[in-house]
């Protein structure tokens, strides 16, 4: 039974890495229709300017230190995010063919110029001495970093459903994601909300880049590649566009692909490529997506 | 006086040419009835005029030219549009449909307005779009293009695929809406274009054929050659 629920909080853990990956992405790309393979990217940036932060603390940090840390990182992820959506995207809008060649070549560039000034290798993200501990749920041992993923991307998930349920350019973008041009016909510049979803987006990214860092033992500018994969499943498999259905995509596959690697050792990938194969086929819209018209 | 001026407007969509220098005037505080067969580029030209097309030539807005303005601003400059298929948003109530078109904060007047024309509308407020009813959808459609201060009204075949008693409803709508502001309006319904047209211009392959009163419908004779439908003494 502990090993029941141990694989299972560490499942909801993982979901929660893939999560904060996933959300930009999906509204992104339900909103705006662009196919944004920059967004790997703005979670190196978030990983790299928290780890800046947390190390100008010292090689351990506090929690508020580190929680500091994660926000300045998403911030700056954030603003990442919208100074490429105000210099490249903009000029690309419904260039769909652009949009992935233009956004290929950015993840290249920023992937290359940290390489270049830091090394590829792994350097330590600072964090508290409280993530090396464990916590005690029904008799599993559950590593307490697992409650900080956890928790930041039920955050985030509140945060997003705030802000799209009770101010007026979540209003926006919710009418955006479902038809931008009737959007325009109402007087309504949809290319703001457009901008605000890249910040949203990248702050999201940003905040999961530094806890990425913290789950992968350290910082490297190739420390995006697998998340930004597996956020692209989360997307489809959750729907393009349904925050919500990101969120029960990546428990779910967090979930699932924890059991499979116990259970059949190493075949956690395979069996996620499997649950996305079976989705596309009988739910090509996604758990919580909307068929389009 | 013309509120719209549409000159030598010329509009391809993809290969294909759909708007032949097409030349009209809308008349202000009038309502102008766009006609023509199917497929003649009716729903083009509002589309065009809304900027959703991009085309050649001129359309001005009270003395103020449009074309090639960016669709929202031709929409704050007072330009409103019922589109042919609704288009309203379904994952949204009907109160965020109406709140989303809104562009003045302080416009309880209109939404009074409307609600004395769609008292469904104030009932169904909670109600998501798209579990309305066709009918109700127009509503919510009309609706949130009556809530700011226009300048024009184009509507795009209001009363497509209604059942006849909510055509009846929405066209006392329109009636009542046409004693208030311009309108070009696209309708297939002969019937509720003789009640309340006062201008008509009928189009055929992407060109305006005619423009003149609305006398000519009563002719049958003239409605079978102009629309190739018959309805002269509907």
Known sequence: METFILIGITGIGLGALYFLVASGLSLIYGLMGVLNFAHGSFLTVGAFVGFWVASKMGFETTIPEFLLAMIIGGLAAGLFALLIEQLLITRLYERHIDQALVTVGVSLVVGAVLGGWFGNDLRMFPTPMWFLTAIDIGGAQIPADRVIYISTAILLLIGNWALLKFTRIGLIIRAGVENRHMVDALGINVRKAFSTVFFLGGFAAGVGGVLVSVYSNGVSPLIAGSYLIYGFIVVVIGGMGSVPGSFLAAMLIGIIKQFANYYATGLGDFVVVILLAVVLLIRPQGLLGKVRA | ?234
């Open chain 2, 1 to 234: 006086m013309s509120a719209l001026t549409v000159k030598n407007l010329h509009v391809k969509i993809g290969e294909s040419h759909i708007l032949h220098g097409v030349t009209f005037d809308v008349p202000a505080h009038k309502v102008t009835a766009l006609l023509g067969r199917n497929g003649v580029g009716k729903s083009t030209t509002l589309k065009s005029i809304m900027g959703l097309y991009q085309g050649t030539g001129s359309i001005e807005l009270d003395g103020l030219q449009i074309l090639g303005t960016p669709t929202y601003k031709i929409a704050q400059a007072g330009v409103a549009y019922v589109p042919e298929d609704r288009e309203i948003f379904s994952t949204l109530s009907v109160r965020e449909n109406l709140t989303l078109a809104s562009r003045n904060k302080n416009n309880g007047d209109a939404y009074k307005n409307i609600f004395e024309l769609f008292p469904e509308l104030d009932t169904r407020a909670a109600q998501l779009a798209g579990s309305l009813s066709g009918g109700q959808q127009q509503m919510v459609a009309i609706a949130r293009a009556l809530l700011n201060e226009n300048e024009i009204l184009l509507v795009d075949e209001p009363t497509k695929g209604l059942a006849p008693k909510l055509v009846t409803e929405v066209a006392n709508a329109l009636v009542k809406v046409a004693h208030k502001t311009t309108m070009l309006l696209v309708e297939q319904n002969l019937a509720l274009v003789k009640r309340i047209a006062e201008n008509v211009i009928v189009m055929d392959q992407g060109r305006v054929v005619f423009q003149g009163g609305p006398e000519n419908l009563n002719d049958p004779a003239w409605v079978h050659q102009m629309l190739g439908v018959s309805g002269g003494h509907k």
